[in-house]
């Protein structure tokens, strides 16, 4: 009984934690990017603007829930539900803290990959079933972009997997106690980061939505708690890919004992979420072409060379 | 000989009189009247066969003569068409007018000769109703296509309360929606090709992309873009129709809102053609003062194209940086005019005050704080590698194709040509100046924005010039037409009294003549060409905007380009929809 137990309020709790940090970060980003756009953002609301967290979501829920008369209905509902699924699914291997995970699957770096690959059809899906030009252009760019950083987001990560010799994220974490990966592993980092972004499609990897050009992309017709969804989705994914990273490449909750492991691992992805922002705030937008090429042309051969060369080296040392 | 008579000299000796007679006009432009049917071969022979040609188109419009003051004199009885061609190796302008007779009379199209005629003859048959014949679409252009009547002609009212409440029925409704749809077959577009079918994909009129209401139809085969076509109109407000009614005076502050980013640079295009008529000359302080918020107002203008342009691309950034820049220009602009965005401060004859005491602290303090930020901005815009290859290579265009379809401004010098009308026909002192005309070789994106950038420093300079060598003097020319007219002597000399009685009541009478100005603008070159018929309001005001050229373009430089470079050929552009409207 008390395991079911303790299993039910890790869940909640980290289904809670997480829904509210997703909140958050709209206060975060506005103020963050404000700070380094010389302007104050939202600070009106309660201490700090910290309120608008409240005001924005209440005002999704009060929003219109309008479906387009020319739209696909079923799919069009279904779309954005898609895309938070497969984020919070992937949240289950995450290893937070020693003993705070859902689950630890033997699998869990593929399970990973395999729900982020999942969460492309959200935006397949919402981009056709919208009906509209723009949110079929952006689907179209979501679709190719994402099914590309996918392959090399997986190759990029099996260095680690070597290294470790399992796919378990609680075994990867252990095996950085004397080292983290990211010394190990610098080009993987570097290219699942890259990945990553591309992944949750945020500047300068923002290609499917492209405001000044696509107007919102794929969820150009949505409103309301659907586009909310889409909102909350792409704010979980930030938060998923700086924990992945950390947990991969930076040690996860290891760290001197001062702290408890789940503050060190809650410090190191705030830092690489803030990271997501400054990005934000600095980088234009390249052309969709020219993001397969760099993709297909020079990440791909990369990670290849990177795979290659973590082998090689393993062999060597692992010799008799 | 000048060369307005060499010109005649030349043009005599190639034409009969019967073809070809002089007028003489209050500018220096040399003005032809030439009989309607032998237009084309002067044209012809001016563009291609002159040893010294005019290859550029630089503007078209045409004129109603029906009710002018001076009537019976004119040549023309009915409809003036004007062509305005700019020869670059004599540094010249030739004026050639046709008269039209009827009520709605027809003229050759000259679109063979020039492409860019082509929005001209279709403004100007949507203006007036004169039709174009071989025109391949004679359409409207800027006024919605189930407009009645043709605006600028004299009978049609210029107020909305002489034409009856507006009432917006159902079928109104149909009728005009009906108009807006877009029939690619129109257009000579095709719906699919052999392999492929085309997307037509309507940007704007209400696009974040578009930076105004603009709308561009495009024909896309997956992202590429096989052609496009503008449709624009949508931000017209009749600003030339407006010079009809308003006195000399008070049209000053129309002219702010042409270009909305150029400021007090419009009143000056448009004095300067006034004080012409006038024979109004200026105070060398009001040169000065006027040339130095000119130049703010360019770099002003030109931070708001750079912000918008890195924002088109995805940078978010840079756009907050150079507001905040653009905000302490007008801090400046404020202090010494009392307005931001449209101080409407220059006057016919001067400006509206005094600078004020401590201007030159506030203009120093900008002098010193600006090229520091200007660095930065090319550290984090021009260096960024993602810009440049969001902007290298793209929207090419060679220095032909450009005088081919009337670019003027950063548009033409990013081709390699170092044409700047504040050098080669300098006004209001800029020949005193000094400062480097920016060019760059490549006409493409990148370019036009590399030449943008080097004018702020360059513009810079000068207001730093204008700074340390203030004349001292009157802000205001003593000639009676000036306006409001100096009040010193209304007490002793009876002349002086009436003049100032009159100019304040009626507005100045400005003599009868045409005359055109044209000045370096922020966009391009901007004219007014201004037709008095001894009246208090000017009987015909022309308003030649770069930005109306410069779109008429777009179909051209952006086939075979992606809808992401769309943005950046826009951006790169740098038009406003209010200079493209009027």
Request: net charge positive; charged share 20%; aromatic share 12%.
């Given at each position: 009984m008390s395991e079911t137990l303790t299993y039910w309020i890790v869940i909640i709790g980290i289904l809670f934690v997480l829904l509210n940090v997703a909140a958050l970060l709209i206060w975060v980003e506005r103020r963050m990017l404000a700070l380094w756009q010389d302007r104050l953002g939202p600070?009106?609301?309660?201490p700090l603007g910290l309120f608008i967290v409240l005001a924005d979501t209440l005002k999704l829920f009060f929003k219109e829930d309008w479906t387009p008369p020319f739209a696909d209905r079923n799919v069009f509902v279904m779309a954005p539900a898609v895309v938070v699924i497969c984020v919070l699914l992937s949240?289950?291997?995450?290893?937070?803290a020693p003993n705070i995970q859902i689950v630890d699957l033997n699998i869990g770096l593929l399970f990973f990959l395999g729900m982020s690959s999942l969460g492309v059809y959200s935006i397949v899906l919402g981009g056709w079933a919208s009906n509209n030009k723009y949110s079929l252009l952006g689907a179209l760019r979501g679709a190719s972009q994402m099914i590309s950083y996918e392959v090399f987001m997986a190759l990029s990560l099996m260095g680690v997997v070597m290294l470790t010799g399992s796919f378990s994220l609680h075994a990867i974490v252990e095996a950085?106690?004397?080292?983290?990966f990211i010394l190990l592993q610098p080009v993987g980092f570097v290219i699942f980061f890259i990945a990553g972004i591309a992944e949750t499609h945020r500047?300068?990897?923002d290609i499917p939505e492209a405001e000044s050009e696509?107007?919102?992309?794929?969820?150009?017709?949505y409103s309301g708690m659907k586009f909310g969804m889409f909102f909350i989705g792409e704010y979980l994914g930030i938060t998923l890919i700086s924990a992945i990273t950390v947990a991969l490449f930076?040690?996860?909750?290891?760290?001197?004992?001062?702290?408890?492991p789940i503050v060190w691992f809650i410090i190191k992805t705030t830092g690489f979420i803030l990271f997501f922002i400054l990005l934000r705030a600095s980088l234009p937008r390249p052309r969709y072409d020219q993001l397969m090429e760099y993709g297909w042309k020079v990440l791909l051969p990369l990670s290849l060379l990177n795979l290659l060369v973590t082998g090689g080296i393993i062999l060597l040392l692992n010799q008799p | 000989m000048n060369a307005s008579e060499k010109l005649a000299t030349e043009l005599s000796l190639k034409f009969s009189d019967s073809v070809l007679t002089q007028q003489q006009t209050a500018d220096e432009v040399a003005t032809f009247w030439v009989d309607k049917t032998e237009i084309i071969p002067v044209l012809n022979y001016l563009k291609k066969?002159?040893?010294?040609?005019?290859?550029?188109?630089y503007d078209l419009f045409a004129i109603d003569?029906?009710?002018?003051?001076?009537?019976?004199?004119?040549?023309?009885?009915d409809f003036t068409v004007v062509y305005h061609l700019l020869s670059f190796t004599r540094n010249q302008f030739i004026r050639l007018k046709i008269a039209l007779g009827g009520e709605y009379p027809s003229a050759q199209s000259i679109t063979h000769l020039w492409p860019s005629a082509s929005w001209y003859e279709r403004e100007v048959y949507d203006m007036f109703g004169i039709r174009f014949e071989g025109h391949p679409h004679l359409q409207r252009i800027?006024?919605?296509?189930?407009?009645?009547?043709?605006?600028?002609?004299?009978?049609?009212?210029?107020?909305?309360?002489?034409?009856g409440p507006f009432k917006l029925w159902d079928e109104k409704v149909d009728t005009e929606q009906a108009a807006l749809e877009f029939k690619p077959e129109q257009w000579g577009?095709?719906?699919?090709s052999d392999d492929a079918d085309f997307m037509f994909l309507n940007i704007g009129p209400?696009?974040?992309?578009?930076?105004?209401?603009l709308r561009i139809i495009l024909q896309l085969d997956g992202e590429n873009i096989i052609d496009a076509v503008p449709d624009i109109g949508?931000?017209?407000?009749?600003a030339e129709k407006m010079g009809e009614r308003q006195s000399w005076h008070t049209y000053i502050p129309y002219t702010?809102?042409?270009?909305?980013?150029g400021g007090v640079m419009n009143n000056l295009a448009y004095l300067l053609a006034v004080e012409k008529l006038a024979g109004i000359e200026v105070p060398d302080r009001v040169k000065v003062v006027r040339v130095m918020m000119c130049e703010f107002f360019r770099i002003a203008s030109h931070l708001v194209w750079y912000g918008t342009f890195a924002q088109d691309l995805g940078q978010l950034s840079p756009v907050f940086y150079m507001f905040t820049d653009r905000e302490k220009i007008f801090d400046i602009v404020e202090a010494v005019?009392?307005?931001?965005?449209?101080?409407?401060?220059?006057?016919?004859?001067?400006?509206?005050?005094d600078l004020p005491k401590g201007w030159d602290k506030l203009v120093a303090e900008f002098i010193a704080y600006f090229p520091k930020r200007l660095k930065e901005y090319h550290n984090m815009v021009m260096r960024n590698s993602i810009f440049k290859a969001r902007t290298v290579g793209i929207g090419i265009y060679t220095l032909e194709e450009a005088i081919e379809w009337g670019v003027t401004g950063p548009g033409l010098r990013?081709?390699?040509?170092?044409?700047?009308m504040r050098k080669k026909?300098?006004?209001?002192?800029?020949?005193n100046f000094e400062f480097e005309v920016p060019t760059a070789q490549n006409g493409d994106c990148y370019d036009r924005a590399l030449v943008r950038e080097q004018e702020m420093i360059q513009s810079l300079r000068i207001i730093e010039q204008c700074l340390k060598n203030m004349p001292e003097g009157?802000?205001?020319?003593?000639?009676?037409?000036?306006?409001?007219?100096?009040?010193?002597?209304t007490m002793q000399d009876i002349e002086t009294l009436i003049n100032h009685f009159l100019n304040v009541s009626w507005g100045p009478v400005i003599p009868k003549g045409e005359a055109m100005s044209c000045i370096e603008a922020t966009k391009g070159w901007n004219s007014y060409y201004m037709v008095s018929?001894?009246?208090?309001?000017?009987?015909r005001s022309r308003i030649r905007t770069p930005s109306f050229p410069h779109m008429q373009m777009l179909p051209y430089i952006t086939k075979g380009y992606t809808v992401a470079d769309l943005l950046s050929i826009l951006g790169s552009m740098d038009y406003v929809l209010a200079d493209i409207d009027r």
């Open positions: 600070n009106r609301a309660g949240f289950a291997v995450i290893p937070f950085q106690k004397n080292c983290w500047l300068p990897f696509l107007v919102a992309g794929f969820h150009s017709e930076f040690g996860g909750w290891l760290g001197p004992a001062f702290l408890p | 066969q002159s040893a010294e040609p005019f290859p550029l188109l003569e029906r009710s002018r003051a001076d009537h019976k004199t004119h040549p023309s009885k800027l006024m919605p296509l189930t407009w009645q009547g043709h605006p600028l002609r004299k009978e049609h009212p210029a107020r909305a309360t002489e034409m577009l095709q719906r699919h209400q696009h974040p992309g578009t930076h105004g209401v949508f931000h017209h407000r009749g702010d809102r042409i270009d909305y980013l005019t009392g307005g931001r965005m449209h101080p409407n401060w220059f006057r016919i004859g001067g400006v509206a005050q990013a081709c390699g040509f170092d044409w700047d026909q300098p006004y209001s002192g800029y020949e009157p802000y205001k020319s003593d000639n009676p037409h000036s306006t409001p007219p100096l009040k010193k002597n018929d001894g009246n208090t309001s000017p009987y």
